[in-house]
């Protein structure tokens, strides 16, 4: 598995909004190779006749859908502390 290095780090916390400083960075790196190498770990696992112990919920299990009257949408814009023509106002995530 490819070990992550701090511009590696840096990188995937850019890529996921996250802002570390240079120190917590580095505190960083060695706690996600070790995660990742967990990760090698159980995908190493045979699991060759291993019986599955989970369910999913079986359809008579879930709720009938039924409509219902919600908010409107004045009601939920009072939420919002910023709209504009009827919408919510976000910070802009991308750049142009």
Do not use: W
């Amino acid at each position: 598995m490819k070990k992550i290095d701090f511009i590696e780090a840096k990188r995937l916390a850019s890529l996921s909004a996250l802002d570390f400083s240079e120190e917590e960075l580095n505190a960083f790196v060695p706690e996600f190779e070790k995660i990742l190498d967990m990760v090698e770990q159980i995908k190493n696992c045979n699991t060759e006749n291993v019986d599955l112990t989970y369910s999913t919920h079986k359809l008579k299990d879930l709720r009938e859908d039924k409509s219902k009257v919600g908010m409107s949408q004045d009601e939920v814009l009072l939420n919002s502390p910023k709209s504009k023509k009827g919408c919510f106002v976000v910070p802009q995530m991308l750049e142009d």
